[in-house]
């Protein structure tokens, strides 16, 4: 499968190819102020399957909430982020999935940083979340496990 992305502006597009890692909700402060609303949501890709088509992008690195490094890579023009990444931890990347074509389809895996949440949220119910960061390794077998249909 391929899937396809652009910043607001289109000068910067990309590709993955192939299956993802889960799409995750975050709740953080920090998301919070990125999107100036209550969440963002992040597509896990490995990083190979990430393709930059068009465009260049600039970058941005700063200490996340849960400690690791996050490296923020944006549109110099029009400023919409396309991917975070973890230098520490270069295999995988989080793609904003916001910024995917037919981002409007996509069904959250797991909700994260769920305690930084505006109260009126509602995690549904049943929903794989996390008060706050959890372990990558728990989330993406828990995220496996219930596309096999073996709800943890």
């Not at 192939?18 to 995750?24: F, N, P, Q, S, T």
């Not at 100036?36 to 393709?51: D, E, H, N, Q, W």
């Not at 916001?98 to 409007?104: E, F, P, Q, R, V």
């Not at 996509?106 to 996390?130: C, F, N, Q, R």
Request: aromatic share 8%; proline share 5%; charged share 20%.
């Amino acid at each position: 499968m391929i899937r396809t992305g652009s910043c607001q502006c289109g000068q910067a597009q990309y590709e993955i190819e192939g299956e993802d890692l889960g799409l995750a909700i975050c709740y953080c402060t920090e998301c919070q102020k990125m999107s100036t609303g209550i969440a963002t949501y992040s597509l896990g890709v490995p990083r190979s399957a990430f393709r930059l088509t068009a465009g260049i992008l600039k970058q941005w690195t700063r200490m996340a909430d849960s400690g690791a490094k996050n490296t923020a890579h944006f549109c110099p023009e029009c400023g919409v982020r396309l991917f975070h990444e973890n230098p520490d931890a270069p295999d995988h990347i989080r793609v904003k999935a916001g910024t995917l074509d037919g981002a409007n389809r996509l069904v959250p895996d797991v909700h994260v940083w769920t305690g930084s949440a505006p109260a009126w949220i509602k995690i549904p119910e049943g929903a794989l979340s996390y008060a706050k960061q959890g372990d990558l390794a728990e989330i993406v077998a828990a995220i496996n496990a219930r596309r096999a249909g073996y709800a943890p």
